[in-house]
């Protein structure tokens, strides 16, 4: 049986800051992809990446293993049937903003927009898949103007700036990582005699990672 698990002590943070940009010379097609870079990351840290050629690491949060002063490993990443790599950077992420605010959270996309293959022929509609959407995270938080998330959360929504975000559940458990754009204005809302809250949204860009810890 699947081990069960329930949305209660789950951290979510938020990207903080970003370090200077680590250029990348090469990236391996292997399980797991191997980065060449002149490289000042340890492993267990998080970087983004920006990168062309291989695009289906653009965008992508990863934890990094296997740190050498020329290479690291990206953890989990199976880069085999990936694009060939032209050129890239990683950026070391620091998750220094923590959301604790939230009360529910619903996960939504990843359903593909299907391309109508249907001809003369046909008795019935054929299709295959075409782009999937992206992931996208609805939640509600307890509106609070001066906590320090939302603040935080507000300030990405009205620069449309893209941000990193680590969902860890439990101590020592899964965790979730990915980038997006989060959408929060800070309006309040509820029910007579109920809690005020605050939706948020955040649109993921590009693929999410999973750790098992």
């Known amino acids: 049986m699947a081990t069960v698990r329930k949305w209660s002590n789950v951290a979510v943070a938020m990207q903080s800051a970003l370090a ?11 399980n797991p992809g191997v980065v060449t870079a002149t490289n000042t990351l340890v492993n267990g840290d998080y970087v983004y990446l920006s990168v062309q050629g291989m695009f289906q690491l653009d965008g992508k949060v990863v934890r990094v293993s296997g740190a050498t002063a020329s290479a690291f490993t990206l953890e989990g990443v199976d880069t085999t049937s990936f694009d060939t790599f032209s050129s890239g950077t990683a950026q070391k992420i620091t998750f220094g903003t923590s959301i604790t605010t939230a009360t529910t959270m619903s996960a939504s996309g990843g359903d593909f ?6 001809t003369i022929h046909s008795a019935i509609k054929t299709q295959i898949p075409g782009t999937a959407n992206p992931i996208k995270y609805d939640f509600q938080n307890l509106w609070d103007p001066a906590d ?8 990405a929504s009205d620069s449309q700036a893209i941000r990193a975000f ?3 559940f439990g101590t020592g458990g899964p965790i979730v990582v990915f980038a997006g754009y989060v959408g929060f204005v800070g309006s309040p809302g509820g029910q007579a005699q109920d809690k005020v809250e605050s939706p948020a949204v955040i649109t993921a860009f590009g693929t999410l990672t999973n750790y098992a810890s």
Not at 148 to 155: H, L, N
């Open 20 to 30: 200077s940009a680590i250029t990348i010379t090469a990236i391996s097609k292997a």
């Open 166 to 168: 680590k969902f860890t």
């Open 113 to 118: 927009d299907f391309i109508d293959t249907t």
């Open 148 to 155: 320090a998330g939302q603040v935080a959360m507000k300030s």
